[in-house]
């Protein structure tokens, strides 16, 4: 039986010229927007000179925060608030910035020391100040007492706990001066030292700051997860796609991981350590990474690559389990070198699954016609998101709220893709579209002429001889099967199920008369039942179960249909006493592999449509077919 193929909808050139405008002005706006943010500019703002920050001539009570850069006093391999002590002499560092422990070329970053700045004001106050990077613990101390903590620096790797999140330590002046003190160790990072500088100002405006940023973190998140959540339930209620469902996870997942990044949302719902942040991130960008390569194999089968992608699976899956077991099992230096070599194996695996990925979504952008247009907005904004994470971990770019945004700009396009093609999908089920209406008919004509329309006739011919009665049934049930073919290009959804039975009614009577005492219908229908239906669902299962089965015996045949009623459902049954096929046979068919049957169109109609189904036996009485449909 002849299967109707679906064509791909072309995007409009208008809607495919908007989608590229859009992806030109993200790709502009968020990657110009990091070069400015991370670009050193000139500006009237006083800096650090010799360890010392004058900011009498400035309102900091009454303006935006500012950040503390310039020449802070350091005092190298030695952790004190003491510094009247005539023995130790300051170098000035310039932060942010990485340190030098070394007086030589090696460059040594692993150590530990002591930052000072003392800041002159112009008017005492609440003020407070908000960290940023340190590598890779930390005690500050304002005016000689300890405000707060990153971990617990050490003198060695054994007396240091790491920690990465950021600090706010409140100054209460007297005398419009104050004194910063960090003590920092450094025994886990390639650079050490206040990599970036710390924000000053108002208790309130600092406040403000955290609470903006925490928020915005956190309604990413939400997002995140509320896509996540939004396509599972399409997954469970409607499409039964798993591209519905590998996105659903990825959306969970990245939300996740966003919510391991810069304020840590996910510390507000328990503590964690380093370490364990560490695995969590680990996890979650494996997560998210696999979800994201099973998506795009489910929703571009044509584009995938089997070999590459399972070359990329087992790269991520080892470099992953690599870093969780080593991080858990450090103890020594030479382990940490481990630790930044394994997470430099799962960032290289992670680059080479991005790349993939974006590869496949701009050539299905390119070589697509159907959503190309939003395919393209995601590939863009997904490759700018990874670019700028690539300036983070190696420029040691200040991100703000560009990469979340990027992420999210990513999932909300391919959402809209989805859901774009899960419409097509749901049309393509309850409506005849315009090519489908020729597409029908050309079939519809091919099957009738000339053979069953040949044999129809020379049936009415021979019965009109001697039968008038069964003659004038005979052509009363061609009219309504031509009447209810015919009908199709006027209907745009789902049909009565009344409909539906006169027509496969009417088709078997035609058979039954053909073939005469060889063929045996028998209807079980239930009169008081009503659903809606595709179109053209019953009368081609019937058309098999005649032509495949009955014609195929030598004895009698024998085709039943039936309905009745299951709890809210509608059970119709089609079953017929022939041969059958084999298990690999129905398999193929399932799959989308073989048309022999003509079972492949209805199959993709019916799993669209919320509450149906359709399902096969083949038992020792013959060959059954099961559609359930929503009863109304």
Known sequence: MHVTKRAPVPTSKRHFYLSLILSVLILVLFMGSLVLQNTERPNNLPKAVAGVLDLSDLDVLHRKPIDLSGEWAFYPEVFTLDFDDLNLQPEYLTVPGSWHLSQDDTNEQMGFGTYRLVLRLKEDGRYAFKTSTIRSAAHIFVDGKLENALGVPGRSLDAEEPESRYLVCTAVTEGRQVELVVQVSNYHYDKGGILKAFT????????????????????????????????????????????????????????????????????????????????????????????????????????????????????????????????????????????????????????????????????????????????????????????????????EWELAYASDLLLLLTLLALMF???????????????????????????????ISPHFLHNTLNTIIA?????????????????????????????????????????????????????????????????????????????????????????????????????????????????DNGPGISNEQLQSILRGESDRLGLVNIIRKIDLLEGASIDFKHTQDGFWVLLVFRAI
């Open 417 to 447: 893709t989805i859901l774009g093609r899960m419409q097509r999908d749901f049309i393509y089920a309850t409506e005849l579209t315009k090519e489908r209406v020729e597409q029908e008919f050309k079939y519809f004509f091919s099957q």
């Open 200 to 395: 000053f100002g108002s208790f309130e405006a600092i406040q403000q700051r955290i609470h903006r940023g925490r928020a915005f973190e956190l309604v990413v998140t939400v997002m995140f997860f509320l896509l996540g959540a939004m396509f599972l339930f399409l997954f469970l209620r409607h499409s039964k796609s798993k591209s519905s469902l590998y996105f659903a996870w990825a959306a969970i997942f990245m939300g996740l991981y966003t919510s391991t990044m810069n304020y840590q949302n996910l510390s507000l719902l328990f503590s964690y350590s380093f370490m364990t942040r560490s695995v969590l991130q680990s996890i979650f960008l494996f997560g998210s990474m696999l979800l994201f390569l099973l998506f795009t194999k489910a929703f571009f089968p044509k584009l995938w690559n089997r070999r590459i992608g399972m070359a990329l699976f087992l790269l991520n899956a080892l470099s992953t389990s690599v870093t969780i077991l080593t991080v858990l099992s450090m103890r020594r230096v030479a382990d940490f070198r481990l630790v930044r070599l394994t997470g430099l194996a799962l960032l290289i695996s992670s680059v080479l699954n991005f790349v993939y990925v974006a590869f496949l979504f701009a050539r299905a952008a390119f070589e697509r016609k159907e959503d190309a247009g939003w395919i393209l907005v995601a590939s863009v904004s997904f490759i700018s998101y990874w670019i700028a994470v690539l300036l983070k971990i190696f420029l």
């Open 463 to 575: 019965l009109s001889y001697d039968e008038p009665e069964k003659t004038r049934k005979a052509l009363t049930y061609l009219s309504v099967y031509f009447r209810g073919k015919m009908d199709l290009h006027l209907q745009s959804g789902l049909i009565s199920l009344d409909d539906e039975i006169e027509m496969v009614t009417a088709y078997l009577e035609i058979e039954r008369m053909r073939f005469g005492d060889r063929l045996e219908i028998v209807y079980d229908l239930d009169p008081d039942l009503a659903c809606m239906v595709p179109p053209l669902t019953l009368q081609p299962l019937a058309e098999n179960a005649v032509k495949h089965g009955v014609a195929k015996m030598g004895g009698m045949g024998k085709v039943s249909i039936s309905s009745r009623r299951v709890d809210d459902k509608v059970h119709l049954t089609i079953k």
